[in-house]
Nanobody
Framework: QVQLVESGGGLVQAGGSLRLSCAASGRTFSINAMGWFRQAPGKEREFVAAISWSGGYTYYADSLKGRFTISRDNAKNTGNLQMNSLKPEDTAVYYC?????????????????WGQGTQVTVSS
């Protein structure tokens, strides 16, 4: 199994930035990709971004391109999500997740393990 722990959430004013991190442990050799998702109150969970673990190829939800940047540090088994120009509608619980194979990860599918989530609140 892979254990995931997110950090870096918090309260920020609109226009501000936050950097989320996701620390992976356990069977990290099985990680094929890492993704970020978010779920706002009363809404379904949505795909934010993904990165292939070996090649570093990145994928984003169309609505978030240009504001969010996903990255990873293989040596530290961590993934990051840099969020800039935050808006109140970005308020949500953000989750990281890992995929052990397949190509569906780039579209938010096929994730095996999930973190507990970290709250991001953007005030207007």
């Amino acid at each position: 199994q892979v254990q995931l722990v997110e950090s870096g959430g918090g309260l920020v004013q609109a226009g501000g930035s936050l950097r989320l991190s996701c620390a992976a442990s356990g069977r990290t050799f099985s990680i094929n990709a890492m993704g970020w998702f978010r779920q706002a109150p009363g809404k379904e969970r949505e795909f934010v971004a993904a990165i292939s673990w070996s090649g570093g190829y990145t994928y984003y939800a169309d609505s978030l391109k240009g504001r969010f940047t996903i990255s990873r540090d293989n040596a530290k088994n961590t993934g990051n999500l840099q969020m800039n120009s935050l808006k109140p509608e970005d308020t949500a619980v953000y989750y990281c997740a890992t995929s052990s194979g397949g190509i569906g990860y780039s579209r938010g599918r096929g994730y095996d393990y999930w973190g507990q989530g970290t709250q991001v609140t953007v005030s207007s």
